[in-house]
């Protein structure tokens, strides 16, 4: 458990995918 960041962790793990598979960031990510 985490009561640090809780929702943080999983925004950010999120956000990364979604940039990576809409092509936010440049060079295609694996999963």
Do not use: V
Not at 1 to 11: A, G, I, S, T, V
Request: with cysteine; net charge positive; charged share 40%.
């Amino acid at each position: 458990k985490h009561p640090d960041k809780p929702l943080m962790d999983y925004e950010a793990f999120f956000r990364e995918r979604q940039e990576a598979r809409y092509g936010g960031k440049a060079g295609p990510k694996c999963c």
